[in-house]
């Protein structure tokens, strides 16, 4: 009787499992569909060659440390700001 018990309490955990190991399995499935997007949205920007005097290199690269960011992140960040507010006026 108590064999069958536990046998029962076994099965029922083992679906449990089976059904949280699915759900992981999605958000899995998940995560590298929109991995995929993002790369995929990278892939479509552009490069430019940028020429810059060395003191405003210095202080935009004093600016992207300060605000944790690469010195292109930052320039990137600059360009949509500028963009953004040009669109507000």
């Not at 018990?5 to 449990?16: A, F, M, Y």
């Not at 949205?41 to 004093?62: D, T």
């Amino acid at each position: 009787m108590a064999d069958e018990k536990d046998l029962k309490e076994i099965e029922i955990k083992e679906q449990e499992l089976k059904k949280r190991l699915e759900k992981i399995h999605q958000m899995e499935q998940e995560i590298l569909a929109k991995e995929k997007a993002m790369k995929l949205k990278e892939k479509g920007k552009k490069q430019i060659v940028l020429r810059l005097s060395p003191s405003l290199w210095e202080e935009v690269a004093q600016w992207a440390d300060e605000d944790f960011r690469s010195i292109n992140g930052q320039i990137e960040y600059l360009l949509t700001e500028c963009v953004r507010n040009r669109k507000k006026k």
